[in-house]
């Protein structure tokens, strides 16, 4: 009777996982659980000019985990993999903005065209890069550049060494200014799973998602 016990809970425990549905996927064995970054794809480390910021800790399971980054100046950044039940269900988390943007054109390179807008004393300019979406935001009240800089900037890093290759589709909101709530953010999705980058600089944001493999 107690091996019948034992066979019955196990087959109520697979049901379980298998009837999540949607939602996010847990897994409650040990042997599934990761403690380094060696274990995930996020990169060790990633540098930008003068900042370079160093993977601090590590939890988790394989299908959600986090990595959080520390660097020099107070900058930090945190990747973040989440699991889906579906694929659909894992697109709607990724906040990718098409080309139907009504707004003022401005030229980054001679094959990239942004759109313009500004809105509560801010200016965003928005473009695309196959499948991913990219927003640049500038506060109007930043002196130290303008918001076509700041873009082009951005475009730059992006177009010099690429994102990572097996996304879906992604999103990539970045700000000119450091912010400490971690407020600029690169997202994908791959199948099932949902990467999101987020930290305090632009530059180290992109290139921590950069490193990722």
């Not at 996982?17 to 990633?46: C, E, F, I, R, W």
């Not at 999705?189 to 493999?213: E, I, L, R």
């Given at each position: 009777m107690?091996?019948?016990?034992?066979m019955?809970?196990?087959?109520?425990?697979?049901?379980?996982?298998?009837t999540?549905?949607s939602?996010?996927v847990?897994?409650?064995?040990?042997?599934?659980?990761?403690s380094?970054?060696?274990?995930?794809?996020a990169?060790?480390?990633?540098?930008?000019?003068?900042?370079?910021?160093?993977?601090a800790?590590?939890?988790?399971?394989?299908?959600n985990?986090?990595?959080?980054?520390?660097g020099?100046q107070?900058?930090s950044?945190t990747?973040?993999?989440?699991t889906?039940?579906t694929?659909?269900?894992a697109e709607k988390?990724?906040?990718?903005?098409?080309?139907?943007?009504d707004?003022?054109?401005?030229?980054l390179?001679?094959?990239?065209?942004?759109?313009?807008?500004?809105?509560?004393?801010?200016?965003y300019?928005?473009?695309?890069?196959?499948?991913w979406?990219?927003?640049a935001?500038?506060?109007?009240?930043?002196?130290?550049?303008t918001p076509k800089?700041?873009?082009?900037?951005?475009?730059?890093?992006?177009?010099?060494?690429?994102l990572?290759?097996?996304?879906d589709t992604?999103?990539?909101t970045?700000y000119?200014?450091?912010?400490?709530?971690?407020?600029?953010?690169?997202?994908?999705q791959?199948?099932?799973?949902?990467?999101?980058?987020?930290g305090?600089?632009a530059?180290t944001t992109v290139?921590v998602?950069?490193?990722t493999?």
């Amino acid at each position: 009777m107690q091996r019948k016990t034992k066979m019955v809970t196990a087959v109520t425990a697979v049901l379980t996982v298998l009837t999540l549905g949607s939602g996010t996927v847990v897994q409650m064995h040990a042997a599934n659980d990761v403690s380094a970054v060696g274990q995930t794809v996020a990169p060790k480390s990633a540098s930008t000019d003068g900042t370079k910021l160093t993977a601090a800790s590590t939890n988790g399971t394989k299908q959600n985990y986090t990595v959080k980054y520390d660097g020099n100046q107070n900058q930090s950044a945190t990747l973040q993999k989440k699991t889906y039940g579906t694929n659909a269900t894992a697109e709607k988390q990724v906040d990718y903005v098409g080309s139907n943007t009504d707004g003022a054109t401005v030229k980054l390179n001679k094959n990239t065209t942004a759109v313009v807008q500004g809105t509560m004393g801010h200016t965003y300019v928005h473009w695309n890069k196959g499948d991913w979406s990219v927003t640049a935001v500038t506060s109007n009240a930043d002196a130290a550049g303008t918001p076509k800089q700041f873009a082009k900037q951005v475009n730059q890093q992006l177009t010099k060494s690429g994102l990572p290759q097996h996304a879906d589709t992604g999103a990539i909101t970045v700000y000119s200014q450091t912010d400490d709530d971690e407020a600029n953010s690169v997202t994908w999705q791959q199948g099932k799973q949902v990467y999101k980058v987020s930290g305090t600089t632009a530059d180290t944001t992109v290139k921590v998602a950069q490193n990722t493999n």
